[in-house]
């Protein structure tokens, strides 16, 4: 299973009430995850891969109380960041309730592709990525060797619980290995998702 993400400039709501961005990149996939983890765990060999850009190192404190931006200045990036960190706490979180049991959750970062929606775009913004941007972004054939390697490789069979990025795991910040937090991050996931307690890892 991959779960992939998205983005939104401005703050905006759901039907359901949740912010775009977070909504796209965490909640919906946090949602699946946990309607799948019955079937995920019934094959041993499951592998679950969620994307975590490295946005998530801007980041120095988040509060678990506010993932919607209710009660905090809204940016796009910052939202962005935001959604990316809470991937990787998920990430941990699921990975640790599921040790020894075969299946296998880790978080990656694609690098930054020259399929973004914010490069492929026609205004003045998008025209001026595209020129600075044109030796530091790759393909989606590059971006996509890392889910490949994680989901098919011998080599990360038994590995859980990591980040990685070009084939390699890397080094988490504090905050993105935080078990503690991991868990008051899924726990305020479950109850903006209107996620029954019991489907906790």
């Known amino acids: ?34 309607r799948l983890i019955g079937l995920l765990r019934k094959h041993k060999s499951s592998r679950v891969i969620v994307l975590a850009a ?53 978080s990656f970062c694609p690098g930054m592709v020259s399929s973004a929606p914010y490069i492929r775009g026609s205004n003045f913004l998008a025209r001026l990525y595209r020129v600075l941007l044109q030796f530091v972004t790759r393909s989606e054939e590059e971006a996509a060797k890392t889910i490949v390697y994680l989901a098919g490789s011998d080599e990360v069979a038994d590995v859980t619980g990591g980040f990685f990025a070009d084939c390699a795991e890397r080094k988490m910040t504090g905050l993105a290995s935080d078990i503690g937090l991991a868990r008051k991050v899924w726990e305020r996931s479950e109850v903006m998702v209107r996620l029954a307690p019991v489907d906790s890892p």
Request: proline letters at 1%; one cysteine or more.
């Open 54 to 106: 490295s946005a998530h190192y801007m980041l120095s404190t988040i509060t678990p109380k506010n993932l919607n931006f209710e009660r905090a200045k809204y940016g796009g990036l910052r939202a962005f960041a935001q959604s990316m960190l809470c991937n990787i706490l998920m990430s941990n979180c699921l990975a640790d309730a599921t040790a020894h049991t075969g299946m296998t959750v880790n």
């Open 1 to 34: 299973m991959v779960a992939c993400t998205g983005g939104a400039d401005t703050r905006e709501l759901t039907a359901d009430g949740l912010e775009v961005t977070m909504a796209t990149n965490h909640f919906g996939h946090f949602l699946l995850v946990n």
